[in-house]
Every structure is written in C-alpha cells, then in structure tokens.
C-alpha cells in the first residue's frame, strides 16, 4: 500500500458509515410497513413506504461499490491487485471495480469490531430519523390511521405497540413510565422462576427474596 | 484430507479468468462488507418485524441470541486458530491460485466469515424456515466466494458453519443462565419505545 493506512481507514470510514445508514434506513422501512409500525414511516403509506425502503438499500450498494469511479482512494486505476499491498491513490477504473473495496485492514480496510461499532450509530441514527419522519407524517401531514392488530389488543400501548398508530414523541412518556412501573416485577419474577444454576439468580438471588 | 481440500480449491480457483462478469460477482460477495452488513441487517429487520407484542418479544429475544452467537463465534473461531495454526490456501500453493482477494495474515481454520454467517442464518432460521434458509444460502455464497478466490479449503467452510451452528444452540442455553437480564434489557428498549 503506497498511502497511510490511517487516511485509508478514514476514508472507509465515511463511506462505510452513508452504506450502513442508508441500508438500515431501508431495513426499518421495509420491516416496519409490514409490521404495521406506522410511528416510524418514512411516508403515509405502507406500499410507497416499503418500496422506498428497498430503493433505499439497492441506491446504498450502488453507491457503496461504485464511489471509487468518482472518489479518489486506494483503488487508482491500473494498480488495484487482489493484494492491497501496493495500490496507489486515484480513481478506480470500470474494469477493477469489483476488487475496489478489497482492501486489507492492516493497509486501512475495517476490520469487523469497527464495522461493528459503526454499523451500530448508524443503526441508531436510521432509528432516529424514522422515528422523526413519523412524527412529522402523523403530526403535521395528520395522515388517517386505521386501528391496527396490536390497536385492538387490551395490553399496554407502549414502545413499538404503541408506535402503531401514534408519533414517538407521544409515545415515549408512557413507555418510559410503563418500563419504570414494570422493571422490579419483571426482575424479580424472573430471578424467581430462574433454574437454580442461574448466574443472576445466584448472585442477586438472595436479596430478591 | 488436505489433498483433496487443496485439490477442490485449485479446481474451483482454476475457473477464475473463464467468465469476468463471474469473477467480479464472487470479488463483490467476498467483500469484508456486503456480507456481513447483509446478516446485520437481517437482525436489525427482525427486531421490528414483529406484528404482535408476543411475536415481538420473541423475534427481539432471538435477535439478541444471534448477535451474541455471532460474537461469542468470533472468540471460538480465534481459539481454533491459535491452536491449529492451519495456513491458507495461498500460502500452501500460492504457484497454482490466481489469488483474487487480499491475502489475509490469520490462520484458514476454521472460516470465520462462514461461521459469524451461519450463526445468524440459524437465529433467522429458528424464527422463520424460509428467511433463514435464504440467510444459510447468503451464508453458502460467502464461503463459496472465499473458497473461489483462493483464501479458504472447503473444509474451512464446513467447519465454520458448523462452529457458527453449534455457538447458535450454546447461546440459546447460556440465555438461561443469564435471564432476567435479557428479558430486562428488551424491556429497557421498550421503555425507550424502540422493541
């Protein structure tokens, strides 16, 4: 590799990161339209919401493999071996780009407890946005909502159940009071009916009784 | 054994220069991050497909069962690899491979890749047969990948899955030995209204 690994490493960053983002995007999109979770749409509708979400994931891909036609990085035509062992910075060239994004994380790839720690804001950030987006829709777009299977339910109208019909922002007061409500019984009950090996139960489960 | 592991690697790794449209599409589906961003996401759709509240808890619980098999097999996958120490194919035989992805400097034995991929395969496969076999195909391609480009012995591959497999079911144990603090945890998400 003729660059810093630490410039390559920056570099995979941020492109990583707009990949991540844009694909988990789609994945809430495409699993909460079918899950009913109208809080989280990105649009008032399922079907438009559950194909942008799939528009969303294929344009991060494209993106994602094609940016170093246009970016320049360790993919410089005409140096892009199977090895990332002496690349040079450039642009990369239509017949290499496939190997592109082969790059070593020695020589400033990511290697997979990065991809982790990045896959993860950018997961919280999709969350973010949609969560936002809902709000917006259902509050000022007031979009018509049918009630929905969990709606019809008698049980607590809290977190993803209570974002069937309703914003985040209305949501989150109760579901924050429900968990604060529910934790201590919750944990007790489970420690309780815990097998006798258990680790918790073993440690908290004297103090419980 | 190793012969014929070599043998099939050479054989499969000899196509390579055939067809470039093929060659590209294995040099993709080996990348370090469409993979494994693919099984990423499958766990991240899981945690909000749920249609039901008890539906809901227990695509969430399996959920965080295939993310901390996928950790705990990146710990075994290390353990094997410092006690086998098995080198790859292209260090054995760089002469006959046409190596077609960077040459990593950890041991072949066992892939893990193919095992991170086949302990979520087996998460999603518990929660729904036709999701999960999609995901053990995904799984298959990138082991296929791996195997095509000169980097991992079929044997490699099947001990990956089969390690990715068995840390699925152990996890599945270890739940119990640590409940209620799952089940609390899912619980702490609900009360940010994000389960």
């Known amino acids: 590799m003729n660059t810093d690994p630490g410039v390559v490493r920056d570099l995979f960053a941020g492109h990583y990161l707009l990949f991540a983002f844009l694909t988990s995007l789609g994945t809430i999109q495409i699993a909460v339209s079918n899950a009913g979770t109208r809080g989280l749409w990105l649009t008032p509708h399922a079907t438009m919401t559950r194909w942008l979400g799939i528009a969303l994931i294929l344009t991060a891909i494209a993106i994602f493999f094609m940016q170093p036609l246009w970016v320049d990085g360790p993919w410089a035509a005409g140096s892009v071996e199977a090895d990332s062992l002496t690349r040079d910075w450039g642009k990369a060239s239509w017949d290499e780009l496939a190997g592109a994004r082969n790059v070593n994380d020695i020589h400033g790839g990511l290697d997979g407890v990065k991809q982790a720690g990045w896959f993860s804001l950018a997961a919280i950030t999709a969350f973010a946005v949609s969560a936002i987006a809902g709000t917006l829709s259902i509050k000022i777009l007031n979009t018509v909502q049918p009630k929905s299977y969990d709606e019809q339910n008698t049980g607590p109208q809290d977190g993803l159940v209570g974002l069937a019909n309703r914003s985040y922002l209305s949501v989150q007061p109760e579901s924050w009071r429900n968990f604060k409500t529910d934790i201590g019984d919750l944990w007790h009950k489970g420690i309780r009916e815990a097998d006798s090996w258990n680790l918790i139960k073993s440690i908290w489960g004297r103090s419980s009784k | ?195």
Not at chain 2, 6 to 20: D, E, F, Q, Y
Not at chain 2, 112 to 133: C, D, E, H, Q, Y
Not at chain 2, 164 to 182: D, H, Q
Request: glycine share 6%; net charge positive; hydrophobic share 50%.
């Open chain 2, 1 to 195: 054994m190793t012969s014929i592991d070599a043998n099939i690697v050479m054989w499969l790794n000899g196509l390579s220069g055939t067809i470039p449209a093929f060659d590209n599409l294995m040099r993709i589906a080996a990348s370090d991050y469409l993979m494994p961003l693919v099984f990423s996401l499958s766990m991240l759709g899981l945690w909000f497909s749920g249609k039901n509240p008890a539906q809901r808890i227990r695509y969430q619980l399996t959920t965080l069962m295939g993310i901390s098999a996928l950790s705990i097999s990146n710990i075994v996958v290390w353990l094997f690899n410092i006690t086998i120490e098995r080198p790859r194919p292209f260090v054995e035989h760089g002469d006959e491979l046409t190596l077609m992805f960077y040459s990593p400097t950890d041991p072949s034995f066992p892939a893990n890749p193919v095992s991170v991929s086949f302990a979520v395969a087996t998460a999603a496969w518990t929660i729904n047969r036709k999701f999960g076999l999609w995901l053990y195909a995904a799984a298959a391609l990138f082991g296929f990948s791996r195997m095509y480009a000169g980097i991992f012995y079929p044997t490699d591959i099947v001990g990956g899955a089969v390690v990715g497999i068995s840390i699925y079911v152990f996890t599945t144990y270890l739940r119990r030995f640590l409940e209620p603090l799952i089940t609390s945890f899912v619980r702490l998400i609900r009360g940010l209204s994000a389960a």
